[in-house]
C-alpha cells in the first residue's frame, strides 16, 4: 500500500480546478480507436472514502483481457485533496489513484474508471482527466447517467442508446445483462466509443458491472478498513 500526499501546486478552489479543467480538457484524444477488446492488460480503478477522518482510498486491479484473471493489484491511501464540488469530484481522487497506477509492475493497458469522461457537464470527468495525465488510453463507465438524457434500450443484452446532451452524443447507456438496468459509457482518453462499448461487454460477461470495477471496488473498500481500523 503506498501513501500518498496532496502534491504541491494542486488546486485547493473551485477557480483553480475549473481553470485546471481549462487547461487540460484540449488535450483530450478522440481520434484514436483504441486496443481491441479481450487483448493484452485492462484495469480498474476505483476508489473509496472515510469522510469523517478525511481518508481516500484508491485500487487498481490489473486483468488479463483474455481470461479477465488477476494479474496485479494495488492500493494507495491519502488525505482528501479536494472539497467535494459537483463536477469536481476528479480533483478529490486523483493524486491517489494516480499512486496506485504509479506502484503497478505491468503496463495498465485500457484504463477504466467507475465514473465519467466526457459525459461530463464540463466534458472531462475522471476518465478524460486521468487519461490526458497518464497518457494511457481510458474509458468511463458509469452506474447512471449524470444529468444527461437517454432512451431505454433494447431489453437483450448488448442493445445501446445515445446519452444526449441536448442533440450531442456524450456517451450510451448499455445493456450488459437481459432486462437488467444499462450502465453508461463515455469516451475518457484515446478510445472510441464504439470500442469502449465493446470492451464495457467483453468485461461483464456475468455482471452488469465491469469486472474491473467490482474488483477495483472491493479491494479499495478493503484498503480503507484497513486504515482506518
Not at 483504441?34 to 481516500?56: F, I, K, N, Q, S
Not at 479477465?68 to 493489484?73: F, G, H, I, Y
Not at 472531462?124 to 481510458?138: I, R, W
Request: charged share 20%; net charge negative; proline share 8%.
Amino acid at each position: 500500500m503506498t501513501t500518498v500526499r496532496i502534491p504541491a501546486g494542486w488546486p485547493a478552489t473551485e477557480e483553480q480546478a475549473l481553470a485546471a479543467q481549462d487547461e487540460l480538457r484540449g488535450k483530450v484524444v478522440l481520434d484514436e480507436s483504441g486496443p481491441p477488446p479481450g487483448t493484452r492488460c485492462v484495469t480498474g480503478v476505483d476508489v473509496a472514502y472515510d469522510d469523517e477522518r478525511d481518508v481516500v482510498a484508491a485500487a487498481a486491479v490489473v486483468l488479463d483481457a483474455a481470461t479477465l484473471d488477476v494479474v496485479a493489484e494495488t492500493t494507495a491511501v491519502g488525505q482528501v485533496s479536494f472539497p467535494y464540488v459537483p463536477g469536481l469530484l476528479a480533483f478529490r481522487e486523483i493524486p491517489t489513484v494516480l499512486a496506485a497506477l504509479d506502484a503497478l509492475p505491468c503496463d495498465p493497458g485500457l484504463v477504466v474508471c467507475d465514473g465519467y469522461g466526457l459525459a461530463h457537464p464540463r466534458r472531462f470527468g475522471l476518465a478524460a482527466h486521468l487519461g490526458v495525465l497518464t497518457g494511457l488510453p481510458t474509458i468511463g463507465v458509469a452506474k447512471n447517467p449524470f444529468t444527461f438524457t437517454h432512451d431505454d434500450p433494447g431489453t437483450p443484452r448488448g442493445s445501446a442508446a445515445p446519452l444526449l446532451a441536448g442533440t450531442e452524443e456524450v456517451g450510451r447507456a448499455l445493456r450488459t445483462r437481459d432486462g437488467v438496468k444499462p450502465v453508461f459509457v463515455s469516451v475518457g482518453h484515446r478510445v472510441s466509443l464504439d470500442n469502449a462499448c465493446a470492451h464495457t461487454l467483453a468485461l461483464t460477461p456475468a455482471y452488469r458491472l465491469p469486472e474491473t470495477t467490482r474488483r477495483a471496488d472491493s479491494l479499495c473498500r478493503r484498503a480503507l478498513r484497513d486504515t482506518t481500523g
